[in-house]
């Protein structure tokens, strides 16, 4: 019993750590391309609730870790919450204020006073971080451990098969398709599928001669 509630506590634990971290890389995303644009940051939050440690670093930015480890976000100057939406009904009065407090200008530090394309590049620079993490991870481990490939050699021949009847034979290597070079076994299976009814060209090592 205690082991099996064991397991569960280590899958929870690791499915939010996953989850965390993903979140964070994604809200990185966002806070990176902001802060290129010159918007101003509120908070860089690791986690929901309250605060278990916080910082604020000398551009006024607070990094802050939540107890709850669910995610992350990033909250910009003049968000009216955590989900960066926009307090609509004083949005103007925001921009009154800090024209008034800092000057003609200066609204353009603020997310939600940005040029559109720029508010849309934010926007997508988190997903986009998303998909460079899983393009270094998967080079990552194909560098460290490789890629299984099945090599494409006949190991059986049924009698009156189209490969029979093509004058496949057991043993033979299939070395391209249509021309194409055959690393993996399952490359031809997926050929054949989206060839139903066309014909396919074959070449294969028999004998260490092509055919």
Do not use: C
């Amino acid at each position: 019993m205690l082991g099996v509630l064991g397991q569960v506590l280590t899958s929870i634990a690791s499915f939010l750590l996953v989850l965390t971290f993903i979140v964070t890389i994604h809200e990185l995303g966002h806070f990176l391309v902001a802060r290129a644009f010159g918007v101003k940051v509120d908070r860089f939050a690791v986690g929901f609730g309250k605060a278990v440690a916080s910082r604020t670093d000398r551009h006024g930015i607070e990094w802050r870790l939540g107890w709850l480890p669910l995610g992350g976000y990033v909250k910009f100057s003049g968000d009216l919450d955590a989900s960066s939406v926009p307090d609509r009904a004083g949005l103007d009065e925001l921009r009154r204020r800090v024209v008034a407090e800092r000057g003609p200008g200066a609204e353009r530090d603020y997310f939600h006073f940005k040029p559109v394309w720029q508010r849309a590049l934010i926007v997508a620079a988190g997903p986009m971080a998303n998909f460079i993490l899983a393009i270094t991870i998967f080079a990552v481990v194909f560098m460290a451990v490789g890629v299984s490939l099945r090599p494409a050699r006949v190991a059986q021949v049924q009698e009156g098969s189209p490969a029979a009847a093509a004058g496949f034979q057991v043993g033979d290597l299939i070395t391209e398709v249509n021309g194409k070079a055959i690393k993996d076994g399952s490359a031809v299976t997926r050929t054949v599928m989206l060839s139903t009814g066309d014909p396919v060209r074959f070449t294969v090592e028999r004998a260490g001669r092509p055919v």
